[in-house]
C-alpha cells in the first residue's frame, strides 16, 4: 500500500494526486493520510480527487503518525510511506520505491550519518537506545514490511510532537532498523536532491513548522 502524509495546510497533495493518477500507478492502494486537516479541506480533496483511494483523518505526530495509523487500521503486507511534496515522476521510481521483502526496506534517499543538535541527538538516543548510524532516512520516507514494523516494540513509546523530533526520526528508523536485522536500501543521495539531479520523484520544499 503507498501511504501519503499530508498535513491539510498546503494544496500541493493535489498535485501529488494529479501526477500519481496522471502515471496511472495501480499497482499498489493508495491512502491518504491527514494529520491535521480541517473537514472543509477533507471534503474538498474528496471532492476534487475522486474515490479511487482511502481518505483517513490521522492520528497527528507528523509522518511518525501515519506509520502508527497505518499498522493501526490499514490493512496491508506492506507499506510506502512517502510525503505529500515528494512527486512522483516515473513508474518505474515507484516501483523502486515500493519495493520491500521481510528484513529488507528501501528509502528513497540518504543523508550522512549527523545530528542537527545536541537535544535531537539526545532524544534519538532516549528513544533508540544508540546513536550510530551510517545514512539518515530523508523524509523520512520509505517501505517495509508490516512484519518488520511489528517487531520493533519502540515504535509505540515515541511520540513525535514537533518539528526537531519529526526530522529527528530521519535518525531514529535507521538505528531502529538496523538493530532489528532490517537493510535499507537507498535509492539516491540528499545531495541531488538539493542540487536538482534527483531522477526517481520531484521534491518540493514547503518549510512548514
Known sequence: MIVVTTSGSSDVIFEFLDKYHYLR????????????????????????SGEDFILCNGYGQYDFG??????????????????????????????KLAYCAEGEATAWASFEGMFDSASQ??????????????????GPIFSATRLDLERIVELRDIVVDNKDKQQAM????????????????????????????????????????
Not at 539526545?122 to 530523508?138: H, L, M, P
Request: proline share 3%; hydrophobic share 40%.
Open 25 to 48: 500507478y495501480y499497482k499498489h492502494s493508495l491512502a491518504v493520510v491527514v494529520n491535521g486537516g480541517k473537514p472543509d479541506f477533507l471534503k474538498r480533496l474528496r471532492d476534487e
Open 121 to 138: 541527538e539526545k532524544w534519538c538516543e532516549d528513544i533508540a537506545g544508540s546513536v550510530e548510524f551510517e545514512w539518515g532516512i530523508f
Open 170 to 209: 530521519e535518525r531514529v528508523w535507521p538505528i531502529l532498523f538496523k538493530k532489528y536485522g532490517i537493510k535499507v536500501s537507498f535509492l539516491e543521495k540528499f545531495s541531488d536532491i538539493q542540487s536538482g539531479k534527483m531522477k526517481l520523484f520531484e521534491k518540493k520544499f514547503l518549510h512548514r513548522k
Open 66 to 95: 501515519t506509520v502508527l495509523y497505518a499498522l493501526d487500521f490499514l490493512d496491508a503486507d506492506s507499506y510506502t510511506f512517502i510525503q505529500d511534496s515528494c512527486l512522483p515522476v516515473s513508474c518505474a521510481g515507484m516501483d
